[in-house]
């Protein structure tokens, strides 16, 4: 039975093991490639469960590879937001992979390794407690959706991944001068070390760790769609595939995870010559990336087009909550997180559905005549709807609720307020008229609708499952994320988990056997 601690290396390795194996058999057998993908992924889903659970007492676990002591070697972390992102991204993984069993995943070579190798990057950048990782595993999770975007082929995913290749290593390239530039003046790139060392730098150092700072919040903010960088993803997110786009939701999160991590760790209230490098920037970029993401919404003329800016208009949301730097606003934008994120998957994977459906017109908010019964994917849409706009009962409401009591107590009530809710507004006006005019003010034609199979109607069924059911949950969740908010901003416990990790006994002295024989 393995011990506690190796569980922690599990959502990397398990990926990992299963994207190499999936390699070998994918071309000889489809049925077999998919069976070992989702029993591969809903393994993920139960150990994330489980860290999650051993999370929420509090403790910090750190995890030294190689055995070596923090920082001479490299070290994973598990807090209550990395296992909070563990869960959501098997949670998410599961419902695309469940989709694309219905034939997405036939569509070209290698669909089911590309899938489980972007699963270890994702996982590995929530885990990991070195800087110089999180870029690689960066690298790892974009080299993967670079093969995912472009299958199945096609002129618009070919176009569209020019440009989301060309801007992420453009910014792959300033992560890397960024942490040149910050081993060059501390000689350390595990973050809690880099965190230490960074409060006690002299302001002789000032200017290069400002600039490193800056350039990682530029990097991080392409991941995460923040104003003006990013103008990449309506189009990428909307040429992609269902599952693909679906498993893409969780991608612009690292870029938010990355910014919750980074700067409240190293440079956050403690950061010394570069404490709260983002304060300035932040908050007014989300607002603008928020008023932009709500007329991108409402000047949507295809449903895929409206979903990409919604996931926009989320990333603002939650990068303002960040932004506003209260322990409050923190805990509002994890809990924000989780049904923006679900809500995202699940209209990516419904608007295939309504595309399949409406083959004539396709997903256009223009009209067109559907082909089969509609009642249930206009229900599945509603509760996707309602929870996108931030409205009563759902999970989004409570959020957005959330982060406007933390903001009254911020230094920009009024722009918040106005912004969140005037936003908020485009966003019910912009899915109540795709609503409509999807599922309304359209008539049933004669032609037969081709057959959709029950696992993709499935899958979009278990996310907005998972979105009725958030509501149910939401006291449990508002304390763990606020819990969690509390963990980020007390970065003692964070340093000294990590720092002070001793490494394993050794299972058999190699010198004393020597000696003895």
């Known amino acids: 039975m393995m011990s506690w601690p190796h569980w922690i290396i599990v ?16 071309q000889r057998s489809l049925a077999l490639a998919r069976a070992v993908s989702l029993l591969s992924t809903l393994a993920l889903l139960a150990v ?8 929420a007492g509090g403790r910090i676990e750190a995890y030294l590879l190689g055995n070596w002591q923090a920082p001479f070697g490299i070290a994973l972390a598990l807090d209550r937001l990395s296992a909070l992102m563990l869960v959501l991204t098997a949670l998410v993984a599961l419902a695309a992979l469940l989709y694309a069993r219905g034939g997405t ?8 390794a590309l899938f489980q190798i972007q699963l270890m990057g994702l996982n590995g950048a929530f885990l990991t407690a070195d800087l110089f990782n999180l870029f690689v595993f960066f690298e790892v999770l974009l080299i993967a959706s670079y093969g995912l975007l472009l299958h199945g082929a096609g002129a618009a995913r070919l176009r569209a991944s020019v440009h989301y290749v060309t801007f992420n290593l453009t910014g792959s390239a300033l992560f890397l001068i960024a942490v040149a530039l910050l081993y060059g003046v501390t000689g350390t790139l595990n973050m809690a070390d880099l965190a230490e060392r960074i409060e006690w730098a002299g302001p002789q150092s000032a200017a290069l760790i400002q600039a490193a700072g ?17 103008f990449w993803l309506p189009d990428t997110y909307a040429a992609a595939t269902a599952p693909v786009a679906a498993l893409f939701a969780i991608m612009t999160k690292v870029g938010v ?9 190293i440079f956050g209230d403690s950061g010394g010559v570069a404490a709260d490098l983002a304060q300035p920037w932040l908050p007014w970029l989300a607002l603008g990336t928020l008023l932009l993401a709500a007329i991108g919404v409402l000047a949507a003329v295809q449903l895929r087009g409206l979903i990409a800016y919604l996931v926009v208009a989320s990333a603002g949301t939650l990068l303002l909550a960040l932004g506003l730097g209260t322990e409050q606003t923190l805990a509002a934008a994890l809990f924000y997180m989780v049904p923006s994120t679900l809500m995202a998957a699940a209209l990516f994977l419904l608007g295939h559905l309504v595309h399949l459906r409406r083959n004539d017109a396709g997903d256009s908010l223009l009209g067109g005549q559907w082909h089969g019964p509609r009642e249930r994917l206009g229900v599945l849409f509603f509760i996707c709807a309602v929870s996108a706009a931030g409205m009563p009962p759902l999970a989004g ?21 106005t912004v969140v809710l005037l936003s908020s507004l485009a966003l019910v006006l912009a899915l109540a008229r795709a609503g409509s005019s999807l599922f309304w003010r359209t008539e049933v034609g004669a032609q037969t609708a081709a057959a959709v199979p029950r696992t993709q109607t499935a899958a979009v069924a278990l996310l907005a499952a998972g979105l009725v059911a958030l509501p149910v949950v939401a006291g449990p969740l508002a304390t763990y994320t606020s819990d969690a908010a509390a963990q980020l901003l007390e970065r003692r416990q964070y340093l000294d988990a990590v720092l002070h990790k001793a490494p394993a006994a050794p299972a058999w002295n190699v010198r004393e056997g020597m000696v003895k024989e």
Do not use: N, W
């Not at 994330?48 to 999370?55: D, F, I, V």
């Open 214 to 230: 800056l350039l990682l919040l530029v990097v991080f903010c392409v991941k995460a769609a923040l104003l003006p960088l990013y």
């Open 105 to 112: 995943d036939a569509r070209g070579p290698h669909f089911h």
């Open 257 to 265: 995870y990355a910014i919750a991590r980074i700067y409240t760790l």
């Open 397 to 417: 409401f409570l959020g957005k609720a959330q982060l406007l009591q933390g903001a009254a107590q911020s230094a920009m009530p009024v722009a918040t307020f």
């Open 48 to 55: 994330a469960a489980g860290l999650m659970a051993h999370a």
């Open 11 to 26: 959502p990397i390795v398990l990926p990992l093991l299963a994207g190499g194996l999936l390699l070998l058999i994918e």
